[in-house]
């Protein structure tokens, strides 16, 4: 089993409990205007400055490096996080990666923005401790900022709640987007309209991605500019 990512964090400390280690997967159905990552984008190799970004590696590639860390993930209560990209655009790989983590005794942690299929969830439920999920804005403003429809993350982020997941809720905070009372009074509800979710957290705007459109050949979104 391979899939394709674009690389590997050791010593995360933003994605999930205690110290952990990010695979990011390659390969996003959303295009969001304000996206940091835009080399996950594509699913397939490509040209960023210099190098080729992208490369395909097996489950035992990454549990290799997972497993350097072992005794970090043990002393913080940390361990292996999914991100990308969206994981759930790798179905097969992303369940192969994490049956191997929690046999191998990890914590797990998957951050999505729901856009896969419920049968992907179904799979995917029993073998994660945690799911990141992202929203990405108003339900009336979702397609505009992200190319896809609000009605596809919410069918995922209700189906996880039904079966009991454990889901914290990440909210960007991008200047000239999200910054204003409509959308602040909607996080302040978020909570009461998906029940069962552990918290909401907001995410401010990260700008490290803007070279990174230069480095692929395209144009810096305007958002980066503000």
């Known amino acids: ?112 923005s729901g856009m896969g299929s419920l049968e992907t969830l179904r799979m995917l439920i029993p073998l994660t401790d945690l799911w990141l999920f992202d929203i990405k804005g108003l339900s009336a403003d979702y397609e505009r900022l992200t190319g896809a429809p609000f009605a596809l993350a919410e069918q995922s982020l209700r189906f996880l709640l039904s079966r009991q997941a454990s889901v914290l809720l990440r909210c960007p905070i991008v200047p000239g987007i999200h910054n204003n009372e409509r959308y602040d009074s909607w996080l302040e509800q978020l909570s009461l309209c998906y029940p069962g979710v552990i918290g909401v957290e907001r995410l401010p705007f990260n700008r490290l991605g803007m070279d990174k459109y230069e480095a692929l050949g395209r144009l810096v979104p305007s958002v980066f500019m503000y």
């Open 1 to 112: 089993m391979r899939g394709m990512i674009t690389e590997i964090h050791r010593a995360a400390f933003n994605d999930g409990p205690g110290v952990r280690t990010a695979v990011f997967f390659k390969g996003c159905p959303l295009r969001c205007l304000w996206c940091h990552n835009p080399e996950t984008q594509s699913p397939e190799p490509e040209l960023m400055g210099e190098s080729i970004c992208g490369k395909s590696v097996t489950v035992e590639d990454v549990m290799n490096i997972v497993r350097l860390d072992a005794g970090h993930y043990t002393a913080t209560g940390g361990g292996l996080t999914v991100t990308g990209g969206e994981p759930l655009a790798q179905p097969e790989f992303c369940l192969e990666l994490l049956k191997q983590a929690r046999t191998e005794g990890f914590h797990t942690c998957i951050e999505t």
